[in-house]
């Protein structure tokens, strides 16, 4: 008989699958696509959900997401999609470290740039700050991205302010 991670794999699995395609067919610049995230994998472990609002994270390199099996429960199919297009937000982010810039973080015009194939002065120095971000920014260039792949925008609702499709705006200081 599966436990209940075996069970909730089988549910993100095909929705984790999907997502991936779409981040990994991105062209953030023409004839370039996302081709690491390919290689990205899911883990659904319990330890995913470290605090009540947590049921995903990400790698630092980009290369695992992690999923609570809680999800599969607490969730709906359309908010579980949205974590995963958040969590692939920041395994674009960190599989390409330096490559997206945040343009006014915190606004309602908030987007992401990407930078690939640069190298002039400003997009060194960026990168050389890049690790530097803070915890606000990381999850607003997540969702910004999110948003620049799939259009569409990743919003913060309930009582936990989980993500999903819409939605208010991520507030600063969420953890």
């Known amino acids: 008989m599966a436990d209940c991670t075996e069970i909730a ?57 992690q999923m609570a099996p809680e999800a599969t429960e607490q969730l709906d199919h359309e908010q579980l999609v949205a974590m995963l297009a958040h969590e692939f937000g920041h395994a674009a982010d960190f599989a390409y470290p330096g490559d997206w810039v945040l343009m006014h973080p915190g606004t309602e015009d908030q987007h992401v740039v990407w930078l690939g194939g640069r190298n002039d002065k400003p997009v060194r120095r960026w990168r050389s700050v890049w690790h530097d971000r803070g915890y606000d920014h990381v999850e607003w260039t997540a969702d910004s991205i999110a948003k620049a792949v799939t259009g569409l925008s990743i919003g913060y609702s309930g009582r936990c302010m989980l993500q999903r499709f819409g939605g208010s705006p991520r507030p600063a200081g969420l953890r």
Do not use: N
């Open 9 to 65: 794999a089988c549910v993100i699995g095909p929705h984790f699958d999907a997502v991936r395609d779409v981040y990994a067919a991105y062209e953030p610049a023409p004839g370039f696509k996302l081709s690491k995230l390919e290689r990205t994998r899911l883990i659904v472990t319990p330890e995913a959900h470290d605090e009540e609002r947590h049921f995903a994270r990400c790698s630092d390199d980009g290369l695992v997401i």
